[in-house]
Every structure is written in C-alpha cells, then in structure tokens.
C-alpha cells in the first residue's frame, strides 16, 4: 500500500519495531538490518554487507537460499521459518515473509521471533498425542445437556482435555464456558437448531480449567423425547490446533498488512469526509479498542478538548500535502486513559489503490511525559535559581558571567546587564576577589568546593556558606556554578554556641573542687586543671583512656568500689578519703549519670582538722561543770557535753539536730528573754542571756547562758557554742531578796501607819491634854467647867497611855512573824474563846453556834488563833443588831486545795461595805458612831491572819449582818512558800 | 459669830467650846458629834441661817472631814463670802495641809488645841467677812 512511497519516514521508525527486516541484495549481502535484529540476534550493524544466510542455522541456510530465490522470481511473498543463532548461540526459531518489492532491488525479508509459540506449539502437539491415546472413544468431551445447556451429565474425558472433574460442570450452563466473542453464534445456533434431530455447532473457544481457550468442534444430538435419556447428548473435539493453523494461513495472506501493524501503533484509512474507513487490529493492544468501535468515527471524537483546536488547524490546512503531520494530541483510550499520539497523514486520495488518507499513529505517551517532565524540572530549576534566596551564579570556565539569580544582583545592587560577560572580581571587593580566583581555579579542576567565607561589601560584613560545581557536558567543563547561603546568622550563632562552650569550660575550670568525669567503660571524658593537679595526670595524654589503668588502681581501690557502687545503684555516692599525694583530706562526689560518671573532689581538709579540733574542745568542754551545747551555723545541736545531760536531762542523742530552745523553753519561759535571745543571736556576735528552761523532768531550770559564734576562715558563721551555767541558786537568792524586799516593804507601810497614829490617834489626847491644861489655870476652881476640864484630861491622858499600848502590841505581833510555828487546834481554841466571851453574850441573849471538825488543825500561834475568834466574837456582840437576838454561827472545814477555810458569820448591825472599801481592816478605822471603839480589832485580826499565811475576806450588809471568811493553811499540808 | 464645831471626840468639843468662850465669843455655838449630822443639818438651813465659822475635825468613824467637805461642795454657792470653814485636827501631817488646799471653803488649818490666838485669827476673819458690804 502507501507504505513504499513513505519508506524512507518510516524507516527509522521500522527500526525500532519488533519485527525482524533484512534488505538483502541480489548477492544475497545484507544491505539493512532493523534495530529489532540486535535485539534478538544480538548482531546488527556489523552484519552488514555479510551474507543474509549467515544469519541462519547451517542446517537451515540451503531451505533460505532456496526461498528467497523463490521471493525474487515470483510476484507475492514466500514464508519459510528458520533457525537463527544468537550472539549467545542459543537458537532462535524466526518466522520469515521475503517479498521482492516492485521495481526494487532489493529483498526484504521480515521475521517474526517465534521460539516461544513454537515451544508452545510443540508442547501442545505433545499433550495432543497425549490425549489422544488416553481419551476412549476419539472425542474430548460427552455430556448431557437440558433444553436450557445446562449439564446434567459429563463423561470422564473432560479431564485430560479440559482439566474440570465431571462434577465441576454438573448444573452449570456450557454458554458460561464459551468465550464471549463465540457465544452469540453458539447461541444462535443452539436455538435455531435445537428442534433437529442432530445438528452441529459453529466452532467455539471454550474455556479450559487452567484458563485457556480451546476451539472445539461440537455435534449434538437431540435425545430429548427418548425417555431413557430426555436430554441432549452434546460430543465435542478440541480442534485448537487446527484453528491455528488457520488462523496462521489467513495471517501469512494478511502478512503486508502485518507489516504495518508491526511497524506503528495503529494504522488507519480514513475517508475526506474524516472518518475512520479501516483501523488495524493493532488499535485493541494500543488503545483497546476493537477495530470495528471506530469504523465510521471521526478521529475528532476521541481527541482531548485541550488538544482538539491544534488537530482540526493542522487538518483544516492540509492542502494537498502529500504528507504532513498533525501536531502531538491526546488520544481517548477504551479505559478512558488519554493517550499521546504522534500522527502522520498520507494523501493517498489519488492512489486509485487507496483513494484514502492513511494514518500513521505512535503512542508517544511515555515519550511526551518524559519530554514534560524535562520541561517541568527544567522551569523549577528556573524558579529556584531565581526566587532562591541563596546567591547564585553561572560562569563560562574563563570566568564570565553568564547569568546571576535576582538574590545575587540584590546583594551586589546591580543589575544583570552590568555583570553578564564580566569578571566578578569587577565588581567583587578587591581585597575578597583574589580568594575567589583562587576558587574558581580550584573548581576548574573538576572537584566541586565547599566552604565559608566572610565578605564585607558596603560596609556590611557577611558569612556565606559556599559551593561551587562544575558544569561537566560529554567529560568537558563548559563552566561553573556557584551559590553562596548567607550564614551571617547562623555564623553568629555558631560563634556564640562557640562562645558559650568557651565560657561553659571556663566555668567546668573553674571550679574549685577537681572534677573529671568517666563513661560507663572508665575511660576518661573530661578532667579539669584541678582534677589533673590532683591526679597529677594531664588531660592531653590521658583523655580517652581508662582511669584505673592510669592511676594503677584495681578492682579492690576504694575509689572504683565507689564508682562501681554509683553506676550499680543509680544514687549519687559520697565518702571521705585522704590523699597521700597531696596531704589533703577530699570529699569525694560521684554522680552517676546516662554516659558514666562524674566525680567531685573537694578539700575538707579544714574541715576535717575543725572536726578534730572540736573534739579536742570536747574534751576540754566535757570537763567543765557548766553545760555546753555546739550548734551548727543554724542553731541545730551537734554537741552536748556531759553537763548539759545531767543538768537538762536530756542527752546527746535527743539533742542532736533539736534547736536546744525548742526542747528547753517552756509555759513560764519570758517571750521577750526567747525575742532578745532571737535578736542578739541574728547580731553574729557574742552575748550572754539568762532564760527560764525546763528540764526533762519538767522542773525550772535558769541558765545564764553565753553563746559564742564561730567563724570558718572565709568569715562565714558555721558554730554556735553555747556555755551555760546553771544559776537556779542564785535566782533563789534572787528570790528571797525580793522576799525580804517585799518584808521592808510591808515594814515601811507598818512604818507609815506608825506615824499616822502619832499624828491623829496619840496627838489627839495629847493635844485635848494641852488644850485643857491651858484652859484650867483661868478657870476659877469653884467654876464646874474646872473639874469637868480636869475630868477630861485626865481621860485624855489615859486615851494616849491606850495607844502607847496598842502600839506595843502591833509591834510585837510583826516582831514574831518568824517565831516557829505550832500546831493549833482549831475547835479547842475557838471553844475557848468563846467561853471567856460567854457573860457578855449571855448579856445581851446571843447564841453563838460552833461547827469545827475537832481534827482540823492549823500551823500558826495559838495566841493568834485565840485573838481572831475572840476579836470576832466581841466585834459581834459590840456592833449586834439592837432590835433582835445574837446569832453567830462559827464553822471551819478542809477545801479542795488542802487549806481550811474559817466562816465566822452574825445577824449584826453590818456596815457599808462599798463605803467602807479597803479600809476596813485599817487601824483606828471606825464605822460606827455609836458604839465605842478604837478600830483596832479588825486590824489585829488581818495582822494576826496574814501572819500565819492566811487571807481574810469579809462581806457585809448594813442591818444584815457581817460574815469573815478566813482560809488558812492546815497543819498537814502547810509549808513555806519555796523558790520553784 | 455663829459658829458650829464638828468633832466625834466630845473631849475636843468641849474644850474648843471652852476656849471659844475664854477668848469673849458670846454668840452661839452649835455642836455636832457626827458630819453627817452637822451636813444635815446644814444643808437644811442654808437659807434661814448659815454659820459664820465652822470648825472641822478630820478624823471621824463613818463620814471623816475630807467626805463633808466633799458632800458640801453643791452648797458652796450659798457659803462662799459667808463662811468660813477651819479644819481643826490633831494631825500634823503635812499632806493634810496641802490637801486643804484643794476645797476652796477652807480657810486655813488649825492643828489642836484651839488657843485664843486662833480665836483671835478666826475672829478677825469672821469680822472682815461681816464688815465687808454684800
């Protein structure tokens, strides 16, 4: 067809077909052979001009000789098959089609690599004997169909032929077997028949058990009104092999067609009204389409929308081009995929042959997507070059710009048209452009470069990271290309993390205490300048290696013990050890952590040699009777000294860690002695307290205490040390100074008293004397005003002698307050006292009543005791109640506390109590007017109480009565008052 | 010169009394053993007859000489520029003297016995009083 006439376009794209083309000339040389004979002889160019028969098996070459004479002297093509060796000389089995164009000289010979059906063909007639010896009676399947082809019955054969056991088939429809483009016609024959006694079925493909098709040949026989059987009986043959063989035949006649097939995707004709008047059978594997889908289309159908405006241009302006092609479009595919198709149009309206277009379409797809691909990447690195932030640079290998991305201009402030074709040492600051030639001369060795380089360009100093490749084209450098990351930043954090690790170590260094720390396997990671005076190892040589081995320890060294211990326990581990080398006493630290260890050794030497020195004063304080307690710098005991123990009560072990306040202080301890110990221990300087504490045993205990601050070496605080002396004899001392204080006191008052007496109560006879001696010498001795004037001062004398005496006797009663006590008992002496009151009480018709417990006895004087009642008895007969009998009621009884208490109480005339106040029991204090008295009893009485260590109260009622209440110590329980 | 002597000592009374006499005061002489009843008594006949001296001991059972002053004080309107109170006590008690001071009716302190020369003193006061207009 048109394929001579456009041999030479299509030539190069035969090519790269599959099918084997040999041109060879009449010598039998071959002048041509396609790319495919590379791929499948493994031999092609070379063979040129070699002999065509080479190429065959030398038992094939006379039967190829023999055949292409054939082709030359008749008009059709000649088909032979032959064995072909292989550049691995393996054999291939070549399908072969010689034809002698017209008017050509040449022979063209197309083969077709059929090795593998040929294998299979082999094989088939293999498993075809097979069959045949097996199967019983000459056919491959007998069944029994119902009216609908439903199996009802299939004989054994099946097996071998088919594959399918029997039962497999049993009820299932034999239409669901026979291949889709077979089962119309089966079908309609089927139907149209199926009424006949006997018929035959067209050839089908029916599909075997492992998925093949097989042609059977089938004849059937209606049985269905034979009531043995009521069925059809169906016997078919597997005839593969010989449709194949057909189907070969058909395709040797078709072969030219073939060609074509071979050579493009799809071959079309198509008519100038523009549709599809013939598709090759190739458009199913290329598009999948079945030809007879696109008869009587237009090609516009199933070009993509984008496309379609292109393709309808370039066909619209055809013309009469013999040939012209239609650009690139996408093409639908049966599965809905686009396509790419590359398309050449053949005028062949006037070929009478013809009288068509032919199409010649590739699917390009893989080539158009590789191409967009290019485009693609090619237009990113566009972008990348130019909206990178990073400087970039393209130069010739003579160093001429040849494009700079915007990044580049923007750092230089210049634009592109200043720098193409330069130097950038031209416009690069002179002192940097040497660095960067001697780069550039670098990178034209072919290596690319990598580094960091700082530039400072208008005044602004500037870090770039900088690559430089080189453009290597077919192993020669046609240029480089440079691009420039400014890391200022990044620079000047690097050089700050630089910085801070500096200044990290300068820390680690200057740490006083050694330190070096270890991984997991002992081997040395760090060691400061302290740690290696004190290994007296350097860290330059010992750095990485294992500890023990350079410090000649072993297993058994305490320091590993010790660092074994923290790796084991996860818990730092501290201890104490003396260091030979240095004469120094070092706590030892290890820390252990993920990586290995860390350990710190700081000098306790001082402290070590404080510690024995406190002991010594330990010794010393241990000694002494006065209590010593050592604190740390924050009051916390650490040191109590015997005489603290058996002062206090407490010992060491209860002390220890206790603020000696908390434990000691108690309810009568003063806050402002807690306070001022509080301030003056915040002073840091020396002082002394003395403070209330308890003892253990709960009894007060007065410390006069001096605490002593101690200082270390760098003046920091780190002691107290307090002495305390026990001064509980002096505060008794104390205590009965302010006894005896308050004894002057009372005497002072006493003193007091004395002289107000003088002045009113013996001044005032006196001065009545006076007066009347004054007046009786001018009074006439006859006058009656003369002896009652000498009446009364003779009255008056006596009142003063009455007062001299009862001042003898107040003084006398204070003179014995320290006489030694008796013991007094209550009743008797009241008994008495009231028996020698009796006349006067009788007098007046009182009663007096006597309630006191006989046993009831106080510590006291008896004299005293006996003035009380005997004062408070005839006080209640002087001052009764005029208008109604005496009644005095006397009772005594033991209280709660142990003390007696004395109710002396009468129905008397009373007195104003509020009026009266606090002077009730004064001396010469007077409430009555009527009666006479001096207003000494009540005084006497107090006086006499007071004495004994008693209290006197008294409550009264004018008109109601007047009730003493008195409480005094009983002898049993009585005892001096003593210093707690 | 009518006078009123407070005193629970009749011993005193009786010769301050005597001497009041001795020295020519003719004029009557009310005595009181109790301040009470001599307050009662005052105070009752503030408007038919204030006293011209009053002579005051201190040191009495139940109401002292300190307490009538103090009880007299509503009354001092009607007894300011007409009379005079004298506190006549046996105490020489300095404090005494000093608390005098304190009640502006008290003329002057007077310690026993009562000699003509104080009855002279208080005289002379009284006659000013008297002679003097309003």
Not at chain 1, 331 to 357: D, H, K, S, V, Y
Not at chain 2, 50 to 58: A, E, G, K, T
Request: with cysteine.
């Amino acid at each position: 067809m048109g394929i001579r006439a456009d041999f030479r376009l299509l030539a190069n794209i035969l090519d790269h077909a599959p099918v084997l083309i040999c041109a060879v000339d009449p010598h039998g040389q071959l002048q041509r052979v396609s790319g495919a004979c590379r791929h499948v002889l493994g031999r092609g160019d070379e063979r040129v001009g070699q002999p065509f028969a080479d190429l065959v098996h030398p038992d094939d070459r006379a039967n190829v000789l023999a055949a292409c004479a054939r082709a030359r002297a008749q008009d059709g093509p000649v088909q032979f098959e032959s064995r072909c060796l292989s550049a691995d000389g393996g054999e291939v089995v070549v399908e072969w089609s010689a034809f002698q164009p017209p008017a050509e000289a040449l022979l063209l010979c197309l083969g077709r690599d059929v090795t593998a059906q040929r294998q299979a063909a082999r094989h088939a007639r293999e498993q075809e004997a097979y069959n045949q010896v097996v199967t019983e009676h000459g056919f491959d399947m007998m069944a029994l169909l119902n009216e609908e082809g439903r199996y009802l019955y299939v004989g054994g054969s099946i097996t071998p032929a088919l594959g399918y056991q029997p039962e497999e088939l049993i009820g299932r429809s034999a239409f669901d077997f026979i291949h889709p483009n077979d089962v119309a016609a089966a079908q309609a024959s089927w139907v149209e028949l199926g009424s006949q006694p006997a018929f035959t079925v067209s050839d089908f493909r029916f599909r075997a058990a492992n998925g093949d098709w097989r042609w059977m040949e089938t004849s059937v026989n209606n049985q269905l009104l034979n009531p043995n059987i009521r069925a059809y009986t169906v016997i078919s043959r597997d005839v593969t092999a010989q449709c194949e063989a057909i189907r070969r035949a058909y395709e040797q006649k078709e072969l030219y067609r073939a060609v074509a097939e071979h050579s493009f995707d799809i071959v079309m004709l198509m008519s100038t009204e523009g549709v599809y008047t013939y598709v090759g059978g190739s458009v199913q594997k290329a598009l999948g389409y079945q030809p007879e889908q696109l008869l009587g289309h237009s090609p516009f159908e199933f070009i993509h929308p984008e496309d379609l405006a292109a393709a309808q241009a370039a066909w619209a302006e055809r013309g009469t081009l013999p040939v012209f092609s239609v650009p690139d479009c996408r093409f639908r595919a049966a599965n809905g995929a686009w396509r790419w198709m590359e398309t050449t149009i053949g005028n062949q309206l006037l070929n009478p042959a013809i009288g068509a277009f032919t199409l010649c379409s590739r699917d390009v797809t893989e080539k158009k997507n590789r191409a967009l691909e290019l485009a693609t990447s090619e237009q990113r690195f566009r972008l990348l070059f130019e909206h990178n932030q990073t400087l970039a640079i393209f130069q010739d290998a003579e160093g001429r710009v040849l494009d700079m991305n915007p990044a580049y201009l923007s750092f230089l402030k210049m634009t592109k048209e200043q720098v193409l074709q330069r130097h950038p040492s031209d416009f690069l600051p002179s002192d940097f452009s040497p660095q960067v030639e001697e780069r550039f001369r670098e990178v034209l060795s072919g290596q690319s470069l990598s580094y960091q380089t700082t530039v400072k360009y208008e005044g602004v100093e500037r870090t770039f990271a900088v690559t430089k490749t080189p453009l290597m084209v077919n192993g020669q450098l046609i240029g480089v290309s440079t691009t420039g990351n400014n890391i200022t930043e990044m620079a000047a954090a690097q050089h700050l993390v630089q910085q801070q690790t500096a200044r990290l170590h300068r820390v680690v260094e200057s740490i006083t205490d050694a330190f070096l720390s270890m991984d997991r396997d002992w081997n040395l990671t760090y060691l400061n300048s302290k740690g290696e005076r004190l290994l007296r190892i350097r860290q330059a040589d010992t750095l990485g290696k294992n500890l023990w081995e350079i410090l000649g320890q072993g297993a058994e060294s305490l320091y590993y013990q010790k660092c074994q211990e923290a790796l084991d326990t996860g818990q730092t581990v501290q201890y104490d050890a003396f260091s030979e080398q240095e004469k120094r006493w070092l706590e030892v630290k290890v820390y252990p952590f993920a990586e290995g260890v860390s350990i710190f050794f700081s000098d306790i030497t001082q402290r070590v040699e404080s510690d024995k020195q406190l002991k010594m004063l330990s010794l010393v304080a241990q000694g002494t009777i006065n209590s010593v307690v050592i604190t740390d710098a924050y009051g916390r005991t650490e040191w109590v000294n015997e005489s603290f123990t058996r002062d206090t009560g407490y010992t060491l072990a209860e002390m220890r860690g206790q603020k000696p306040g908390s434990v000691l202080q108690g309810p009568e301890t003063e806050p402002a002695a807690i306070q001022l110990f509080e301030e003056r221990l915040a002073s840091r300087k020396q002082f002394s307290v003395t403070i209330l504490n308890y003892k253990k045993s709960g009894q007060k205990l007065w410390f006069m205490m001096d605490i002593i601050p101690i200082f270390n070496d760098a003046g920091e605080l780190i002691q107290y040390i307090a002495i305390q002396q026990n001064i509980n004899f002096r505060k008794e001392v104390e205590a009965s100074q302010a006894k005896m204080t308050e004894e002057l006191y009372q005497h002072n008052r006493a003193l007091q008293q004395f002289t107000y007496i003088i002045s009113h109560n013996l001044r005032a006879p006196l001065a009545n004397a006076l007066g009347l001696a004054a007046l009786l010498p001018n009074l006439d001795r006859q006058n009656p005003v003369f002896d009652t004037s000498l009446a009364h001062l003779r009255d008056s004398m006596g009142q003063a002698d009455t007062v001299l005496q009862d001042l003898n006797l107040m003084l006398s009663i204070r003179d014995q307050q320290h006489v030694q006590p008796d013991r007094v008992t209550l009743a008797e002496v009241c008994r008495q006292a009231v028996a020698d009151l009796e006349a006067p009480a009788q007098q007046c018709g009182g009663l007096v009543s006597i309630n006191v417990p006989n046993d009831l006895a106080v510590r006291g004087n008896r004299a005293y005791v006996y003035s009380i009642f005997y004062n408070l008895l005839s006080n209640s007969i002087k001052y009764r109640a005029e208008h109604r009998q005496l009644r005095v009621e006397i009772a005594c009884f033991r209280n709660e506390g142990g003390g007696l208490s004395l109710s002396f109480s009468d129905n008397g005339s009373g007195f104003d109590l509020a009026k009266a106040g606090s002077e009730v029991f004064q001396l010469y204090k007077r409430f009555h007017v009527k009666q006479k008295g001096r207003g000494i009893g009540l005084y006497l009485i107090k006086a006499h109480v007071e004495t004994m260590d008693g209290t006197i109260e008294v409550t009264s009622e004018v008109d109601g009565g007047t009730r003493f209440l008195i409480q005094l110590d009983s002898f049993e329980s009585a005892s001096y008052p003593s210093i707690a | 010169m009518l006078t009123y002597l407070i005193d629970d000592d009749p011993v005193s009374l009786f010769l301050a009394e005597q001497v009041l006499r001795q020295a020519g005061v003719a004029s009557p002489i009310r005595q009181f053993a109790t301040a009470e009843a001599a307050l009662q008594f005052l105070s009752s006949h503030l408007t038919t007859e204030v006293p011209h001296v009053i002579l005051l001991d201190l040191n009495m059972p139940a109401m002292n000489g300190w307490e009538f002053l103090e009880a007299l004080r509503p009354h001092a309107a009607a007894l300011v520029g007409h009379c005079h109170i004298y506190i006549l006590t046996s105490s020489l008690s300095l404090s005494d003297t000093a608390r005098a001071k304190d009640f502006a009716l008290v003329s002057d302190v007077i310690h026993k016995p009562l000699s003509e020369d104080g009855v002279q003193g208080i005289r002379h006061a009284a006659e000013q009083l008297h002679s003097s207009p309003g």
